[in-house]
Protein backbone atom coordinates (compact mmCIF):
# COMPACT_ATOMS: atom_id res chain seq x y z
CA UNK A 1 0.00 0.00 0.00
CA UNK A 2 1.37 3.61 -0.74
CA UNK A 3 0.18 6.34 0.85
CA UNK A 4 -0.02 8.33 -1.83
CA UNK A 5 -3.19 5.98 -2.36
CA UNK A 6 -5.35 7.29 0.10
CA UNK A 7 -4.15 10.74 0.23
CA UNK A 8 -6.61 13.35 -0.41
CA UNK A 9 -5.30 16.39 -2.27
CA UNK A 10 -7.70 19.38 -2.27
CA UNK A 11 -6.07 22.24 -3.15
CA UNK A 12 -6.95 23.80 -6.47
CA UNK A 13 -10.51 21.79 -6.01
CA UNK A 14 -13.27 24.51 -6.63
CA UNK A 15 -15.90 24.98 -3.64
CA UNK A 16 -18.58 22.76 -3.93
CA UNK A 17 -18.94 18.97 -3.96
CA UNK A 18 -16.60 16.33 -4.97
CA UNK A 19 -16.89 12.28 -5.20
CA UNK A 20 -13.93 10.30 -5.15
CA UNK A 21 -14.13 6.18 -4.92
CA UNK A 22 -11.62 4.02 -2.54
CA UNK A 23 -10.75 0.24 -3.69
CA UNK A 24 -9.38 -1.11 -0.03
CA UNK A 25 -7.83 -4.83 -0.91
CA UNK A 26 -5.64 -7.13 1.13
CA UNK A 27 -2.61 -5.26 0.90
CA UNK A 28 -4.47 -2.24 2.63
CA UNK A 29 -5.64 -4.28 5.24
CA UNK A 30 -2.38 -6.29 5.89
CA UNK A 31 -0.48 -2.81 6.63
CA UNK A 32 -2.57 -2.41 9.74
CA UNK A 33 -2.32 -6.18 10.65
CA UNK A 34 -5.71 -6.64 12.19
CA UNK A 35 -6.87 -10.24 12.67
CA UNK A 36 -10.44 -9.09 12.15
CA UNK A 37 -9.86 -7.77 8.90
CA UNK A 38 -8.32 -10.37 6.82
CA UNK A 39 -11.62 -11.78 5.27
CA UNK A 40 -12.66 -8.31 3.84
CA UNK A 41 -13.26 -8.71 0.05
CA UNK A 42 -14.76 -6.05 -2.60
CA UNK A 43 -14.11 -3.16 0.07
CA UNK A 44 -15.09 0.30 -1.52
CA UNK A 45 -15.86 3.57 0.40
CA UNK A 46 -17.15 6.07 -1.59
CA UNK A 47 -16.18 9.81 -0.05
CA UNK A 48 -17.99 12.93 -0.89
CA UNK A 49 -15.89 16.22 -0.11
CA UNK A 50 -18.02 19.20 0.57
CA UNK A 51 -15.63 22.12 -0.18
CA UNK A 52 -16.36 25.42 1.33
CA UNK A 53 -14.04 28.24 1.85
CA UNK A 54 -13.30 27.95 5.13
CA UNK A 55 -14.24 24.35 6.10
CA UNK A 56 -14.47 20.94 4.92
CA UNK A 57 -16.93 18.11 5.13
CA UNK A 58 -15.87 14.37 4.19
CA UNK A 59 -19.03 12.10 4.23
CA UNK A 60 -17.65 8.28 4.24
CA UNK A 61 -19.59 5.76 3.08
CA UNK A 62 -18.24 2.39 3.56
CA UNK A 63 -19.39 -1.01 1.35
CA UNK A 64 -17.37 -5.07 1.60
CA UNK A 65 -18.12 -8.47 2.18
CA UNK A 66 -16.31 -10.19 5.12
CA UNK A 67 -15.48 -14.28 4.55
CA UNK A 68 -16.15 -15.28 7.99
CA UNK A 69 -17.89 -18.15 9.98
CA UNK A 70 -21.02 -17.98 11.58
CA UNK A 71 -20.79 -17.70 15.58
CA UNK A 72 -23.66 -20.50 15.93
CA UNK A 73 -23.25 -22.99 13.46
CA UNK A 74 -19.50 -22.47 12.71
CA UNK A 75 -20.48 -22.49 9.21
CA UNK A 76 -18.13 -20.07 6.23
CA UNK A 77 -20.37 -17.44 4.58
CA UNK A 78 -19.97 -14.14 3.43
CA UNK A 79 -20.75 -10.80 5.36
CA UNK A 80 -22.27 -8.10 4.17
CA UNK A 81 -20.87 -4.46 5.79
CA UNK A 82 -21.64 -1.38 5.71
CA UNK A 83 -20.63 1.66 7.61
CA UNK A 84 -20.48 6.05 7.34
CA UNK A 85 -18.92 8.63 9.10
CA UNK A 86 -18.96 12.19 8.00
CA UNK A 87 -15.76 14.45 9.37
CA UNK A 88 -15.63 18.20 9.71
CA UNK A 89 -12.09 19.34 8.61
CA UNK A 90 -11.06 23.25 9.74
CA UNK A 91 -7.70 24.89 9.68
CA UNK A 92 -6.37 25.62 12.91
CA UNK A 93 -2.40 26.77 13.80
CA UNK A 94 -1.51 22.76 14.69
CA UNK A 95 -2.83 19.13 13.72
CA UNK A 96 -5.43 18.18 16.05
CA UNK A 97 -7.59 14.52 15.46
CA UNK A 98 -8.54 14.07 18.62
CA UNK A 99 -12.04 14.46 18.33
CA UNK A 100 -13.38 11.44 15.93
CA UNK A 101 -15.86 13.84 13.85
CA UNK A 102 -13.52 16.97 13.61
CA UNK A 103 -9.87 17.34 12.22
CA UNK A 104 -8.28 20.19 12.12
CA UNK A 105 -5.49 20.64 9.58
CA UNK A 106 -2.59 23.43 10.11
CA UNK A 107 -3.00 26.70 7.94
CA UNK A 108 -1.37 26.28 4.42
CA UNK A 109 -2.43 22.34 4.40
CA UNK A 110 -3.23 21.07 0.76
CA UNK A 111 -3.98 17.49 1.15
CA UNK A 112 -4.89 15.43 4.19
CA UNK A 113 -4.14 11.41 4.36
CA UNK A 114 -7.77 9.09 4.34
CA UNK A 115 -6.16 6.12 5.28
CA UNK A 116 -6.86 5.51 8.93
CA UNK A 117 -10.38 6.70 8.40
CA UNK A 118 -11.05 4.07 5.93
CA UNK A 119 -9.38 1.63 7.80
CA UNK A 120 -11.51 2.38 11.10
CA UNK A 121 -14.89 2.99 9.13
CA UNK A 122 -14.01 -1.01 7.93
CA UNK A 123 -13.15 -1.77 11.38
CA UNK A 124 -16.48 -0.58 13.15
CA UNK A 125 -18.33 -2.37 10.34
CA UNK A 126 -17.59 -5.46 11.35
CA UNK A 127 -20.07 -6.30 13.94
CA UNK A 128 -19.30 -8.73 17.00
CA UNK A 129 -21.57 -11.27 16.74
CA UNK A 130 -21.74 -13.04 12.83
CA UNK A 131 -24.85 -14.98 12.41
CA UNK A 132 -25.89 -15.62 9.05
CA UNK A 133 -29.51 -15.65 10.70
CA UNK A 134 -29.40 -12.03 11.43
CA UNK A 135 -29.08 -11.34 7.18
CA UNK A 136 -32.57 -12.04 7.19
CA UNK A 137 -33.91 -9.91 9.84
Known sequence: MKKRDHTLVFSGLKAGTHELEYSLDAAFFAHYNHP???GITQ???SVTLL???LTMELRFAFSGLLAT???DTGEPFELPLHNTFTVVVKFGEVYDDQE???LILPHGSYE???SQYLYELAVLSIPLRKSKNELND
Open 51 to 53: KGS
Open 43 to 45: AQT
Open 36 to 38: ETE
Open 112 to 114: VDL
Open 69 to 71: EDD
Open 100 to 102: PEL
